[in-house]
């Protein structure tokens, strides 16, 4: 008898074996149903939904695992999911010969059982279909310390086909070290190296699962028009190293990059964690998750991560940058001077990275050395040739001269320009929370979350940037320089109605949040 297999990564159907319950047979990959002669093709949702609740081996399955299992980590409504259940009931009559049933766990889940057993038989046929049983709460960070590898060094490493001709290797390895280096275009030049790589060694999953995560990588930083075309690309390349290689790390790390994160942080962490459980020290996924950690306060955690990730990636920016802000706004000052000084001397020309150290100089009691930085055109980032720098350098001033009446001027400025792109929110909410202005830094951020007061368009500071326009992030909630505001009582207001009160209260995690 196999194992039940962890409750973490989506199902991909044309992954699935098929399999039995009773005399009923199931083939996933193109959804039939075989019973008494007779093939019936039904709903993907609805073979998801069975493909579930067999590798529960008749254990009960929650509706927030279903979120993960079925849905890809959306949130889903009671409504969408009584529907799959009623179908796959329905399945079971008319399509299977009654050979199963799903009984209904009143507030806790679904469970599948055979007609003829006590409970739905799980088929042998999957050799070595990686598992361990694990419930829900344990697939969730909670209480104290973060443990998600070893205490040994940080040391994964990539799965290796010795067959691979020796030019895709380097290909390969080659590739891997720009997409953590994380410059500029990393991922645009990281495609056209993977891209040789597979037609070179087209049957190493590996090639295809990096190529994978570049494709999910360049659509952050695609246009509303490119999306599309890098996600579907992401997606076959994701089911290529998946057939070639079951749970292959870098495909996971670009199917979890897929999960809807903003209001979605419990599914988005649970499907981190069972990755991680099956890659303990894959830095890739491990970013992703100290990311999201940032995003719901869990600072203290998300520095545990960056600590053990960056020596597999020195030379990353998001890594880099990461850290950076953690240590900031931790507190950790002298620890934050030092990341920062270290990540500018190894790449002073990045564009993340220069923007941490001019905001973090900004909001630092170092107004005078960001607004020298802001005037130095020859030394601005790559990459940021477009931006327009004149209301960083009104920031910087006003800081430094303290002046109330130029304060007031850049704040107006900051709230006008808002309109234009959400990154003017973002810098706006931050700079009015800092000098004070709390009506106005509230004002900013109904209008980011929930579209109230004005509406926001698909950007972010220009069209150049239109492909982070529509995220919604939180992690900026929790930096020192909205640290005033969030004794305020409306930020208590809002923190429940973004719902990460909700998340805090049903990972047990608030008294892990920063204050």
């Known amino acids: 008898m196999g194992q039940a297999r962890m409750i973490g990564a989506p199902i991909i159907l044309a992954h699935e074996l098929p399999f039995a319950i009773g005399e009923a047979e199931f083939i996933p990959a193109t959804r039939e149903v075989i019973f008494d002669g007779e093939r019936t093709v039904i709903e993907p949702r609805v073979m998801q939904f069975l493909v579930a609740l067999r590798h529960a081996q008749g254990a009960v399955v929650g509706k927030d695992d279903l979120a993960i299992l079925c849905w890809e980590g959306r949130i889903v409504g009671d409504d969408a999911v009584n529907r799959v259940v009623s179908r796959a009931r329905a399945v079971a009559d008319k399509h299977a010969g009654g050979q199963f049933r799903v009984e209904t766990i009143t507030k806790v889940g679904y469970r599948l059982m055979a007609n003829d057993r006590k409970a739905a038989p799980v088929e042998d046929a999957i050799e070595g279909d990686l598992a361990l049983p694990v419930g829900r709460r344990q697939l969730v960070i909670g209480g104290g310390a973060l443990v998600l590898v070893g205490a040994g060094a940080l040391a994964w490493t990539a799965s290796r086909n010795d067959s691979t001709p020796r030019e895709a ?8 070290k720009t997409l953590r280096e994380g410059d500029l275009d990393s991922a645009g030049n990281a495609i056209g190296t993977l891209r040789r790589a597979t037609a070179l060694a087209p049957g190493n999953a590996e090639a295809w699962g990096l190529l994978a995560l570049a494709y999910r990588i360049a659509v952050m930083d695609s246009t509303a028009q490119e999306r599309p075309d890098l996600q579907a690309r992401a997606l076959a390349a994701m089911n290529h190293a ?67 990730i960056l020596p597999a990636m020195p030379l990353s920016a998001d890594v880099l940058t990461g850290h950076a802000f953690v240590l900031w706004d931790l ?71 303290g002046d109330r009446s130029l304060i007031r ?79 305020d009582p409306r930020f208590g207001e809002l923190t429940r109605e973004i719902g990460l009160d909700d998340y805090w209260a049903k990972t047990d995690t608030r008294s892990l949040v920063v204050g």
Not at 344 to 361: I, V
Not at 368 to 377: N, P, Q, S, T, V
Not at 429 to 448: E, I, P, Y
């Open 409 to 487: 001027e850049t704040v107006e400025a900051l709230v006008h320009t808002a309109e234009s792109g959400n990154g003017f929110v973002v810098n706006g909410a931050a700079f009015a929370a800092f000098v004070g202005d709390f009506d106005q830094a509230f004002r900013l951020l109904n209008a980011f979350y929930f579209n109230r007061g004005f509406r926001l368009p698909d950007i972010y500071f220009n069209r150049a940037y239109s492909g982070f326009g529509g995220e919604r992030h939180t992690a900026f909630l929790f930096s020192r320089a909205m640290s005033p505001m969030r004794r």
């Open 331 to 401: 507190g950790m000052f002298e620890e934050a001077d030092a990341a920062i000084d270290r990540a500018f001397q190894l790449l002073p020309r990045n564009l993340s990275l220069w923007n941490t150290k001019a905001w973090y100089l900004l909001y630092n009691g170092r107004a005078r050395e960001a607004l020298a930085m802001f005037l130095d055109k020859d030394g601005h980032p790559l990459g940021g040739e477009d931006l327009d720098y004149r209301l960083s350098v009104m920031m910087a001033k006003a800081v430094a001269t």
């Open 242 to 308: 998946f057939a070639l290689e079951a749970y292959q790390a870098d495909a996971l790390a670009a199917q979890v990059r897929a999960i809807p994160m903003y209001r979605n942080w419990q599914a988005f962490e649970a499907a981190c964690q069972a990755d991680l459980r099956r890659h303990p020290h894959h830095p890739e996924i491990m970013v992703i998750l100290a990311c999201m950690l940032q995003e719901v306060g869990r600072l203290r955690d998300a520095l545990q991560l960056y600590q053990q």
């Open 169 to 176: 290797r380097l290909l390969i390895d080659g590739a891997r």
